[in-house]
């Protein structure tokens, strides 16, 4: 039992969602701070056997490997040609982001091995291991890269800032209260649900929250469908959105909008956890929003 828990843990760690390498321009941006980097660190540092190197030759080794590593992280555009779903922003994952950053090391080190092996003599090097040169790449990399990051992560966290204050400038009138209903499976009996926010995906489960009853008291329900489902059974209902690939929620319940890196993070009741809009949909919130397909602030939902 402790270990299946475990288990699931650490599964949940690796599956959570992170921002992809959708943006070409923005890709190429990231690679072009590393590459630069790493020719400053070469060339002003002269870690490990770099220190052998002449001071004639030093400029146009560090400008190789640099060159080297700029090419190496190239070459991931070739995968996102080949394999555009599985680099898909809403299929990406924390795990998937490991095991890119270990796939852009070995091939960095790759380029750079074959650099020293052809260029290594006139630079008066001698010819390395791949796996030494694989760890002096990482151990030289690894700064650049967390530079770089910060410098991507900074950037969106500014963009996303400012475009929720116009969101929240905007945000469409939810006093209107209209009807509809909300279909979660195709088996249904009449229970009515008022004042549905959002609901959550967990496995075969979705919890929705709404507000029932005297007082307005927030309520949750687990129902045995998916998101995917319900998205099917509610094709209709432009009142409904997927902000993320575990969370629907109506937008016209959307008190408050908040920007970070990873997007935006939604407030649709002060007593209940933010619901997080992850990048690959945040255009399409926006247009929502900006087309106020908000229809309805109170939906009924049937279900099993």
């Given at each position: 039992?402790?270990?299946?828990?475990?288990?699931?843990?650490?599964?949940?760690?690796?599956?959570?969602?992170?921002?992809?390498?959708?943006?070409?321009?923005?890709?190429?941006?990231?690679?072009?701070?590393?590459?630069?980097?790493?020719?400053?660190?070469?060339?002003?540092?002269?870690?490990?056997?770099?220190?052998?190197?002449?001071?004639?030759?030093?400029?146009?080794?560090?400008?190789?490997?640099?060159?080297?590593?700029?090419?190496?992280?190239?070459?991931?555009?070739?995968?996102?040609?080949?394999?555009?779903?599985?680099?898909?922003?809403?299929?990406?994952?924390?795990?998937?982001?490991?095991?890119?950053?270990?796939?852009?090391?070995?091939?960095?080190?790759?380029?750079?091995?074959?650099?020293?092996?052809?260029?290594?003599?006139?630079?008066?090097?001698?010819?390395?291991?791949?796996?030494?040169?694989?760890?002096?790449?990482?151990?030289?990399?690894?700064?650049?890269?967390?530079?770089?990051?910060?410098?991507?992560?900074?950037?969106?966290?500014?963009?996303?800032?400012?475009?929720?204050?116009?969101?929240?400038?905007?945000?469409?009138?939810?006093?209107?209260?209209?009807?509809?209903?909300?279909?979660?499976?195709?088996?249904?009996?009449?229970?009515?649900?008022v004042g549905f926010l959002f609901m959550e995906a967990h496995?075969?489960?979705?919890?929705?929250?709404?507000?029932?009853?005297?007082?307005?008291?927030?309520?949750?329900?687990?129902?045995?469908?998916t998101l995917a489902q319900v998205e099917t059974n509610n094709?209709?209902?432009?009142?409904?959105?997927?902000?993320?690939?575990?969370?629907?929620?109506?937008?016209?319940?959307?008190?408050?909008?908040?920007?970070?890196?990873?997007?935006?993070?939604?407030?649709?009741?002060?007593?209940?956890?933010?619901?997080?809009?992850?990048r690959s949909y945040a255009n399409e919130f926006k247009e929502?929003?900006?087309?106020?397909?908000?229809?309805?602030?109170?939906?009924?939902?049937?279900?099993?």
């Open positions: 039992m402790d270990l299946a828990f475990f288990m699931h843990k650490i599964t949940a760690f690796f599956n959570q969602h992170h921002p992809a390498h959708t943006n070409p321009i923005a890709y190429l941006r990231v690679i072009s701070i590393i590459s630069i980097l790493v020719f400053f660190i070469l060339y002003i540092f002269r870690p490990f056997d770099w220190a052998f190197i002449a001071d004639a030759q030093l400029f146009i080794a560090a400008l190789v490997s640099s060159g080297a590593t700029f090419l190496g992280l190239l070459l991931l555009y070739l995968w996102f040609w080949l394999f555009p779903h599985f680099f898909d922003e809403k299929n990406w994952s924390l795990g998937k982001e490991l095991l890119l950053i270990i796939y852009q090391f070995t091939v960095v080190s790759a380029f750079i091995w074959l650099a020293r092996h052809f260029f290594g003599h006139y630079w008066g090097l001698p010819q390395r291991s791949y796996a030494f040169t694989w760890w002096t790449v990482c151990i030289t990399g690894i700064i650049p890269y967390l530079l770089a990051t910060s410098v991507k992560h900074i950037f969106h966290f500014r963009k996303y800032i400012r475009q929720a204050i116009l969101i929240n400038n905007n945000l469409p009138n939810n006093d209107v209260t209209l009807s509809g209903e909300l279909y979660l499976t195709k088996s249904f009996d009449s229970l009515r649900i496995g075969n489960y979705v919890t929705v929250h709404c507000i029932e009853g005297v007082g307005n008291q927030l309520k949750q329900h687990n129902i045995r469908c094709k209709e209902n432009l009142i409904l959105f997927r902000c993320h690939r575990a969370f629907i929620i109506n937008l016209n319940s959307i008190l408050q909008v908040d920007g970070n890196a990873a997007g935006y993070q939604l407030t649709l009741h002060p007593d209940l956890p933010q619901v997080p809009v992850s929502r929003l900006a087309s106020n397909f908000c229809h309805s602030s109170q939906i009924s939902a049937k279900y099993p």
